[in-house]
Nanobody, 127 residues
Framework: QVQLVESGGGLVQAGGSLRLSCAAS????????MAWFRQAPGKDREFVAA????????YYADYVKGRFTISRDNAVNTVYLEMNMLKPEDTAVYYC????????????????????WGQGTQVTVSF
């Protein structure tokens, strides 16, 4: 089992940057596929980015591609989300998620794939 704690959210102006961190407990972090999702008020939770166990592959939603970067440091049990050129529509609670297995590459984008979730961190982008 793994516990996830996000940090790094906050208020930023449009065009600005933020770096989110997700610290995982336990000694088997490199067994987990990690992802970021987000949920805006009144909307469903949506996929943002995912990383395979050793970051050999990363996946991004089209609406963040080229602006956000997911990375991980298995030595310190942490996954990051670097967010640049932020837009007001990026405003949401951002969640870190983990799973040990994914049925196929189509499932990286599906919230139900992930067994473990953090509590979320608020990101607000002002005009």
């Amino acid at each position: 089992q793994v516990q996830l704690v996000e940090s790094g959210g906050g208020l930023v102006q449009a065009g600005g940057s933020l770096r989110l961190s997700c610290a995982a407990s336990g000694r088997t972090f490199n067994r987990y596929i990690m992802a970021w999702f987000r949920q805006a008020p009144g909307k469903d939770r949506e996929f943002v980015a995912a990383s395979t166990r050793s970051a050999e592959r990363t996946y991004y939603a089209d609406y963040v591609k080229g602006r956000f970067t997911i990375s991980r440091d298995n030595a310190v049990n942490t996954v990051y989300l670097e967010m640049n050129m932020l837009k007001p529509e990026d405003t949401a609670v951002y969640y870190c998620a983990a799973t040990e297995t994914v049925a196929s590459s189509n499932y990286y984008f599906v919230a139900a794939t992930y067994n473990y979730w953090g509590q979320g961190t608020q990101v607000t982008v002002s005009f």
